[in-house]
Antibody, heavy 117, light 112 residues
Framework: QVQLVESGGGVVQPGKSLRLSCAAS????????MHWVRQAPGKGLEWVAA????????HYVDSVKGRFTISRDDSQNTLYLQMNSLRAEDTAVYYC??????????WGQGAPVTVSS | DIVMTQTPLSSPVTLGQPASISCRSS???????????LSWLHQRPGQPPRLLIY???NRFSGVPDRFSGSGAGTDFTLKISRVEGEDVGVYYC?????????FGQGTKVEIK
């Protein structure tokens, strides 16, 4: 069965960096695009970033452009989100999600990130 | 960016009764390939979202047939024919026609 397991979340000071990982199993990782979606405490869902199945294309929400980088390592079946220059408004649970080509069909349990001094 | 607007934002329902959620997009969701990439997701408290419906009206694997989606262009609807206790939570519409993919604000369904 498909499993997505995020790790790397935690508490970090404003301006610092954090890298999230998402370990994938149960499907052929290299065939699918992948995404990061976040949810601030008590708020709705916000799409953050996407990477194509072959890593050749990335897309970002405007609020993270230039600060976050999505990447993948198909040899490790792992998705990453490098987050630099973190701000208080980046505080959220970060989910990785598998792309069907038209939506997300599977989600991880989420990694909480708190940006606070 | 495409703005997704859901109504209502809160929906108290009686067990066994129907429920309906509307979603309107700020522009047409018809992709250049002819498909309309509108999905519905459900999130229970403390859980990640799960996919219910994709491309307007296609139920995802394992989703009960009491859930149905309809609509076209900019107006879409999710219907639950008979609400069950496990249906409580927040429902989101989402468009994947163009980046950035965007979600509605969410509709909270609770039992009266």
């Amino acid at each position: 069965q498909v499993q997505l397991v995020e790790s790397g979340g935690g508490v970090v000071q404003p301006g610092k960096s954090l890298r999230l990982s998402c370990a994938a199993s149960g499907f052929t990782f290299s065939r699918y695009g992948m995404h990061w979606v976040r949810q601030a405490p008590g708020k709705g869902l916000e799409w953050v970033a996407a990477i194509s199945y072959d890593g050749s294309n990335q897309h970002y929400v405007d609020s993270v452009k230039g600060r976050f980088t999505i990447s993948r390592d198909d040899s490790q079946n792992t998705l990453y989100l490098q987050m630099n220059s973190l701000r208080a408004e980046d505080t959220a649970v970060y989910y990785c999600a598998k792309d069907t080509g038209s939506t997300f069909d599977y989600w991880g349990q989420g990694a909480p990130v708190t940006v606070s001094s | 960016d495409i703005v997704m607007t859901q109504t209502p934002l809160s929906s108290p329902v009686t067990l066994g009764q129907p429920a309906s959620i509307s979603c309107r997009s700020s522009q047409s969701l018809v992709h250049s390939d002819g498909n309309t990439y509108l999905s519905w997701l459900h999130q229970r408290p403390g859980q990640p979202p799960r996919l219910l419906i994709y491309k307007i009206s296609n139920r995802f694997s394992g989703v009960p047939d009491r859930f149905s989606g309809s609509g076209a262009g900019t107006d879409f609807t999710l219907k639950i024919s008979r609400v069950e206790g496990e249906d409580v939570g927040v429902y989101y519409c989402m468009q994947a026609t163009q980046f950035p993919w965007t979600f509605g604000q969410g509709t909270k369904v609770e039992i009266k």
